[in-house]
T-cell receptor, first 111, second 112 residues
Framework: DAKTTQPPSMDCAEGRAANLPCNHS???????VYWYRQIHSQGPQYIIH???NNETNEMASLIITEDRKSSTLILPHATLRDTAVYYC????????????FGGGTRLMVKP | KAGVTQTPRYLIKTRGQQVTLSCSPI?????VSWYQQTPGQGLQFLFE???????NKGNFPGRFSGRQFSNSRSEMNVSTLELGDSALYLC???????????FGPGTRLTVT
């Protein structure tokens, strides 16, 4: 699976949009981009995933650049409960369920 | 729908002992994966089972093993425990490998 690079930490004001970047410059054509988050000491939580089109669900939006070398996870109105470590993962589907977690971005939402 | 459950939630063992952890996936999910999380190494993949067969294996020693039953419930076993095995062990289930994984709350193992 391709390696991802994320900033180690970010701050965001409560109520504002949180934009979390991820670089995956070596991504292959058959690799999807997944985002998970982990709130302190809990199991990771799935957020969203995509291949090349932008995706939106009730939790977040995922913007993938046209060359697919980077992506941005957007939490439109961050709340204190969104404080967590966010992991960007790229993986090939139909090759088994093996997620390779990097260091992630520690997002701190501040009042 | 009930989520992924893991038992026990906390465990304290002595070096040299063995331990078995249990995971019950979401109903209808046939894939179960196990991960180890430590402060130093982060989240690392241990292995995945699908329809009672190990499909993927991470880079862990043979002391770490697992199995899956016909009802998709899974167990992992660690033999000859070492201090470095102290970690949060997470289980995740999925319908198949094209869908997202849902994680349980984890079992926190402390080896003394």
């Amino acid at each position: 699976d391709a390696k991802t690079t994320q900033p180690p930490s970010m701050d965001c004001a409560e109520g504002r949009a949180a934009n979390l970047p991820c670089n995956h410059s070596t991504i292959s054509g058959n690799e999807y981009v997944y985002w998970y988050r982990q709130i302190h000491s809990q199991g990771p939580q799935y957020i969203i995933h995509g291949l090349k089109n932008n995706e939106t669900n009730e939790m977040a939006s995922l913007i993938i650049t046209e060359d697919r070398k980077s992506s941005t996870l957007i939490l439109p109105h961050a709340t204190l409960r969104d404080t967590a470590v966010y992991y960007c993962i790229v993986r090939v589907v139909r090759a088994g369920n093996m997620l390779t977690f990097g260091g992630g971005t520690r997002l701190m939402v501040k009042p | 729908k009930a989520g992924v459950t893991q038992t026990p939630r906390y465990l304290i063992k002595t070096r040299g002992q063995q331990v078995t952890l249990s995971c019950s996936p979401i109903s209808g999910h046939r894939s179960v994966s196990w991960y180890q999380q430590t402060p130093g190494q982060g989240l690392q993949f241990l292995f995945e089972y699908f329809s009672e067969t190990q499909r993927n294996k991470g880079n862990f020693p043979g002391r770490f093993s697992g199995r899956q039953f016909s009802n998709s419930r899974s167990e992992m076993n660690v033999s000859t425990l070492e201090l470095g095995d102290s970690a949060l062990y997470l289980c995740a289930s999925s319908v198949s490998d094209i869908y997202e994984q849902y994680f349980g709350p984890g079992t926190r193992l402390t080896v003394t």
